[in-house]
């Protein structure tokens, strides 16, 4: 078997998918797209598509698995590639989601067969990330579902798209302006942004074999309203081959020890991190969820309640849904035996921010919008923290408070 590159593709905007998947077809010699069409699933198929630049290779149909379409694409993924590398004449299979489609999954199933992901690639119409943001209509209102049982939500799907992936493909929409820009920059500041012409601006000459700019013209220029995005020659396509790390990838999500965004403001946009080691009053800071989740367009983070101080609580919130699930424990309440079946990154992660008290237990929470209330935002989550007298009374009178949260995390 050959090598062969695998890039992943994603993202609900699929304007800005389709000019990212088209410029690499343009700049990347040898390569072809792979795409499963789950719109068809009413059928009880998926449709499958091999392209190049020239046009369609194959076509073929692979039958829902469990009445699940994404099932389905997962089952019929890996084989597909495999066959482009036996074949031996493809250099890098670009991987074109669906729609909803998360990143995630798709380059763990294909790392896992033994195939090499080089990258994963969410493409971006930054006019279109607050619209995304703020809309909790679920997928299936708008024919996006994945399986029958998908109750995932338009907000929360985009959400994990942008922040999972290390490169996103920005489209030059006209209707952006500098706070979609400084939006987006703040909700995945760690990102390689790469700027990709729509093809509105400029379709892919399948010719001269390039879109965003000639290959004579000077190797970089700047987005007049990003001056991070990089116009170059073959920029997205650099990335497409960089190399990923699957495993460094899912770590850099998980609650524990996630990249969370920093502290910023520009161009009317805010990120606000708030980081304390008192414990929540679980009464009143359940109280206080529906101001909090509504007062950011995206906030998430961990957190810890008085009356459960070994349990991570991750905090998730999009769309004006907020989503609380357990992570685990906190490292501080495991036997010393059990840290060396931690990962190391989140050993390290513990270490940096330990306390002689609580250990790592702390709230860390990051609230990002335009127009952002800061002020009411910390108020807020100040008066849920256990009072002076509620923290002095100790972990035995913390467990005699009320649990809401048993409801909301089903206990």
Known sequence: MADLSVAIVGGLHADARKAAVAHLLAEVPDSVVLHHDLSTAADGTVLRTVRDRTGVLDRGRAPLVDDCACCALREDLVPALKRLADAGSTRLAVVELWDSVEPKAMAEVVAASGLTVTSVITAVDPALVLPCLANGDDLSEHGLAAASTDQRTIADTFA?????????????????????????????????????????????????????TSHNEPAAAHHPQDPTLVDAPTPLAAAALAGFDPEAAATAQHPACALLPTDADDHGVATLVWHRRRPFHPERLYAALEELTCAAARSRGRFWLADR?????????????????????????????????????????????????????????????????????????????????????????????PRPFDAFLEV
């Open 160 to 212: 994990r798209q942008l922040e999972y992936a290390p490169v996103l493909a920005i489209t030059d929409s006209p209707e952006s302006d500098d706070e979609d820009h400084a939006l987006l920059s703040q909700l995945h500041p760690t990102a390689r942004r790469v700027r990709v012409m729509s093809e509105r601006g400029c379709a892919p000459d399948r010719g001269a074999g390039n879109c965003a």
């Open 309 to 401: 101080p070994d349990t991570l609580l991750h905090w998730d919130a999009a769309g004006g849904a907020l989503c609380v699930e357990t992570a685990g424990p906190w490292l501080a309440s495991l036997p010393d035996a059990a840290w060396e079946m931690v990962p190391p990154v989140r050993r390290a992660a513990a270490a940096l921010d330990w306390h002689p008290e609580h250990g790592d237990r702390c709230q860390h929470l990051v609230f990002t919008s335009p127009g952002l209330d800061r002020d009411g935002i910390e108020r807020l989550l100040e008066s849920s923290l256990l009072t002076d007298t509620e923290y002095a009374a100790g972990r035995d009178a913390w467990s005699r408070l």
